[in-house]
Every structure is written in structure tokens, then in C-alpha cells.
């Protein structure tokens, strides 16, 4: 293959990237900064140890949480890593860490870009075992 050939593919890949990373940023979605309400349920061990109604005007997961105190962890390059929920801490030696889902689905979002709306229903469910 030449020179040229490579170079082409390159620069088409690297518009390709350009491209999804631009059509993320336009088309995700987006929290709204307004008065809602959310239910948060926070579950460990099979059983319920928190059921909340959060008023708020925050417009991500992350920040209604906090704004509560409710949860606490490590920031990364992802965003915040919860590690304590409830004043409850997950346990590294034992393969526990806390799953976030909204009416019963597991997010495919941190709690960084997990927006929020009025009547929006959250669990946060203590795990144990990294393999499903």
C-alpha cells in the first residue's frame, strides 16, 4: 500500500471520529436546570435502606445526590466513581460496588451525565461480584 493510500485512510478515520464525537455532543441528552422532584431508593444486602423524594433544581444525578449527601467517591477521568451510598461503603475485598438504574434499568451513564427530570424514579443498588 503507498504513502498516499495511508495518509487517505487516516485523515477519512479521523474524520469519521470527528464526526460521532460531534453528532454525541449535539444529539445527547441533556439535563434541564428547573424545580423537579426525584425518588431515590437505595438498596443493600436485598433490602431497602433509603427511599427518598429529592426536591431539586439540579440538572444531573450527581448533583441532586450531593446536594443530599447521599453519596461520596473518588473523582475520575469518567467522572465521580461512587464508592459510599447512604454512608453505606462498597468493599473492594468482598467485589461489591453500587449499580445505578432508573425505573428498574441499569444506566448506561455515570452520575455525571445522568440527567434529570420531574417524577424521574432512581435505585442505587449495592452489588456484589464483578461477573453477571
Known amino acids: 500500500m503507498s504513502k498516499a493510500k495511508v495518509f487517505i485512510a487516516i485523515a477519512i478515520l479521523l474524520v469519521l471520529i470527528a464526526g460521532f464525537f460531534t453528532a454525541y455532543y449535539f444529539l445527547r441528552k441533556t439535563g434541564e436546570v428547573g424545580a423537579k422532584t426525584i425518588q431515590v431508593e437505595v438498596i443493600a444486602d436485598g433490602a431497602s435502606i ?3 423524594s429529592i426536591s ?3 440538572a444531573y444525578l450527581r448533583e441532586a445526590l450531593e446536594e443530599r449527601g447521599m453519596i461520596a ?6 467522572g465521580l466513581f461512587v464508592k459510599t451510598v ?3 461503603t462498597a468493599n473492594d475485598d468482598n467485589q ?3 449499580s445505578f438504574s432508573k425505573s428498574g434499568e ?3 451513564t455515570g452520575v455525571d451525565d445522568t440527567p434529570i427530570e420531574d ?3 432512581f435505585e442505587i443498588t449495592l452489588v456484589v461480584g464483578y461477573e453477571w
Do not use: I
Open 50 to 52: 433509603e427511599n427518598v
Open 56 to 58: 431539586t433544581d439540579a
Open 73 to 78: 467517591g473518588d473523582e475520575s477521568a469518567f
Open 86 to 88: 447512604s454512608g453505606r
Open 96 to 98: 461489591e460496588w453500587w
Open 106 to 108: 441499569m444506566l448506561m
Open 119 to 121: 417524577g424521574d424514579s
